[in-house]
């Protein structure tokens, strides 16, 4: 069973529209969780850490809910500069870092 | 701000050849990490280490070894390189975490490797 299970897309949206991505992780143990940022062809890069309680950063929300090992991004009002591909990253222990498969997102004008 | 750098950033391989991927960091980093990229399969952890003088084996070890002699190198070796270790790969570091939500991986740009 694979660490992290997340929604494949691809979601196309017209700007300003509010998207959501999935994610799921397999290991009850898992102590950090992140969401990353993929432009086409480029390193990843964080987008936010997600903390139990919720957390947000000007128009990205990101859920965590521990009891059913899942984790959530909202995007409100999309922007053009928003189209990438985003990556849900579950810390487990030993420090290791894994990632889902991706989900892209492009936003249409 | 050199932060992680990877070289080379494209090579091509005849099957059976070896080569071998430098990480650099210059951020003081504990961990580092070797990860590949294909289309579809997301980033999956090859090898990673936690300290100088230590590594240890992630999702998809077989057809690597790495090695980590300076804290701030981790080198990625292909033995004998096959087709199906055509890919991108990715090294990354970070620190050691003091507080949950602490451990933020920073990538190098990636070293894009054909193995014809």
């Known amino acids: 069973r694979k660490e992290v299970e997340q929604d494949p897309g691809p979601f196309n949206v017209p700007e300003g529209a509010t998207v959501a991505f999935n994610c799921t992780y397999s290991n009850s143990a898992s102590q950090s969780f992140f969401w990353y940022r993929q432009d086409c062809r480029k390193e990843p890069k964080l987008l936010m850490s997600v903390y139990s309680s919720g957390n947000e950063d000007g128009r990205f929300t990101a859920q965590l809910n521990r009891a059913s090992q899942y984790i959530s991004l909202l995007i409100r009002d999309s922007k053009l500069s928003d189209s990438a591909t985003y990556l849900c990253?579950?810390?487990?222990?030993?420090?290791?870092?894994?990632f889902g498969t991706g989900t892209s997102l492009t936003v249409i004008p | 701000n050199a932060g992680v750098t990877q070289t080379p950033k494209f090579r091509v391989l005849k099957t059976g050849q070896s080569m071998t991927l430098l990480c650099a960091q210059d951020?003081?980093?504990?961990?580092m990490y070797w990860y590949r990229q294909d289309p579809g399969m997301g980033l999956r952890l090859i090898h990673y280490s936690v300290g100088e003088g230590t590594t240890a084996k992630g999702e998809v070890p077989d057809g690597y070894n790495v090695s980590r002699l300076k804290k701030q190198n981790f080198l990625l070796g292909l033995e004998s390189a096959a087709p199906s270790q055509t890919s991108v790969y990715f090294c990354?570091?970070?620190?050691?975490?003091?507080?949950?939500?602490?451990?933020?991986?920073?990538f190098g740009a990636g070293s894009r490797l054909t193995v014809l």
């Open positions: 990253v579950v810390n487990i222990p030993g420090n290791q870092f894994y």
């Open positions: 990354a570091s970070t620190e050691r975490a003091t507080y949950s939500g602490a451990n933020v991986l920073t």
């Open positions: 951020m003081n980093h504990e961990y």
